[in-house]
């Protein structure tokens, strides 16, 4: 009876994630539990490398570490995407000190290659301490169903905290899901899993130039009028993008901003979107952190970035305050004051006050800024303004009353210092663009702008 490999395999888990026949090892198979390969991926060199979890649960030490670094070296000779596939149990402690230095070794490389080339992390089952912190550093993080993330297991937490808790719950997909930012990318299977990095890989290494002759679509119809009208920005994504596949970067965490990678005019675009169904797209701390990250990303690999605006501004209160809202939202405003590549701003329905500054504004560096005809651009909403500036006069009136004479002076606010001409007059906006002509007036301008990409590494923010 023939013998069934192991599923752990590390040779076995690079062969499903490459072309087939196209796997070619370049360390030898030992006890040092890592093996290193190059392959190609949809027509796109690769490098490899995969924790040996049949030997001592793929726990890494110094030979570990040394499989890792050829690796990278490799990757960076070559210029192309490095792929981590993990299953680690952290540091091999009959080594001590060794198994440190060699993580430290591995995460010193890791950085050095940061922005340089794309870096993406595969996590197939547990992988702790150290092993935690590599994947963390990537561009990318893929977590599959038995994939666990944590610094310190079960044991060590009970023993130290009296926390009770299995692998699942401290570091698994619905520990990740909602809660730690460290998954991008969450799947239901594996199989999923394997796809989802076979996917990204081709998004960063082969972006493909830009079509302007796109197929229009009209917009509109996925955005209801109302301003304060609550939907989800998802389908006008997908409607913006071309008709392939997309991947959404930490969908349930800070689900009021959207970060997308996908194709547009043929080309790989990042999609930054803010998310009116949930705190009614209002920006938290959690949401610059993460916009800003992936802002970042796009910016170290020359991937152009689309934003899409429909922001009240800031979510106010105590407690994003005492989150660092300030601390945060400013890692979202250098983030796109420092980017390069193409970015051009598209106002949806509104964009008012910090929040409109922060997402990509003219001020900021945008390429383009483009509204549709009945967005705004203000300090605040026009209803809102009036009952500020106007307190007195409208506390004197009925209610009925009340609520003409706010209409009234909103409209009248509006002319004065609101609405998408005066953004226009005074040039924070560049063009007015009808819905069914949006595809096509991005995709012109992302052409005709330089193509460049940021000289700065990834930092995980």
């Not at 793929?58 to 210029?79: C, D, F, N, S, W």
């Not at 091999?92 to 290659?113: K, T």
């Not at 390429?367 to 106007?390: D, I, Y």
């Amino acid at each position: 009876m023939a013998e069934v490999a192991d599923p752990r395999d590390p040779e076995l888990r690079m062969n499903r994630l490459v072309d087939s026949g196209s796997l070619q090892l370049i360390s030898p198979r030992d006890k040092s539990g890592m093996l290193a390969g190059l392959g190609v991926i949809d027509g796109n060199q690769v490098v490899m490398f995969a924790s040996d979890a049949t030997i001592q649960s793929g726990a890494l030490g110094p030979e570990g570490a040394h499989v890792i670094v050829t690796a990278y070296k490799r990757a960076m000779e070559l210029q192309v995407p490095v792929i981590g596939i993990w299953h680690s149990g952290g540091a091999r402690l009959r080594d001590g000190v060794l198994s440190l230095n060699a993580f430290g070794e591995v995460f010193q490389w890791m950085i050095s290659a940061s922005g340089k080339i794309p870096q993406l992390s595969l996590v197939l089952g547990p992988t702790a301490g150290g092993g935690a912190y590599g994947p963390a550093l990537t561009d990318v993080v893929v977590l599959a169903p038995e994939g666990r993330i944590f610094v310190t297991g079960p044991d060590v937490v009970k023993s130290v905290t009296g926390e009770s808790i299995d692998m699942a719950k401290l570091g698994g997909p619905d520990a990740h899901r909602r809660n730690s930012g460290v998954a991008h990318v969450i799947t239901h299977t594996e199989d999923e899993a394997f796809t989802a990095i076979r996917n990204l890989t081709s998004l960063f290494a082969d972006q493909r130039e830009i079509s302007t002759e796109l197929v229009e679509r009209d917009l509109a119809v996925f955005v209801p009028g109302p301003e304060r009208r609550a939907y989800e920005v998802q389908p006008l994504i997908h409607a913006l993008l071309d008709d392939e596949s997309s991947v959404e970067f930490l969908p349930m965490w800070a689900q009021n901003i959207v970060t997308t990678l996908g194709r547009f005019g043929g080309r790989t675009v990042g999609i930054v979107a803010n998310n009116p169904q949930h705190l009614g797209a209002a920006l938290d701390s959690a949401a610059a952190e993460k916009a800003a990250r992936f802002v970042r990303t796009c910016d170290s690999f020359g991937i152009p970035l689309i934003v899409v605006v429909d922001v009240p501004g800031f979510l106010p209160g105590a407690g994003q305050e005492w989150e660092g809202a300030v601390r945060r939202g400013a890692k979202l405003l250098h983030a796109f004051g420092e980017s390069v590549v193409p970015r051009i701003t598209l106002i949806t329905r509104k964009a008012y006050g910090g929040a409109y500054v922060a997402m990509n504004s003219q001020a900021l560096g945008a390429t383009k800024v483009f509204a549709w005809p009945n967005a705004e651009v203000s300090v605040m909403g026009a209803v809102a303004a009036v009952r500020v500036l106007h307190r007195r006069l409208l506390a004197n009136l009925p209610q009925e009353q009340r609520e003409i004479m706010e209409l009234e002076l909103a409209a009248e606010h509006d002319q004065i210092s609101g609405g998408v001409a005066k953004a226009v007059e005074i040039g924070v906006v560049d063009e007015i663009i009808d819905p069914s002509q949006t595809r096509r007036a991005i995709a012109r301008a992302i052409a005709n702008a330089p193509q460049r990409r940021g000289s700065h590494g990834n930092i995980p923010l």
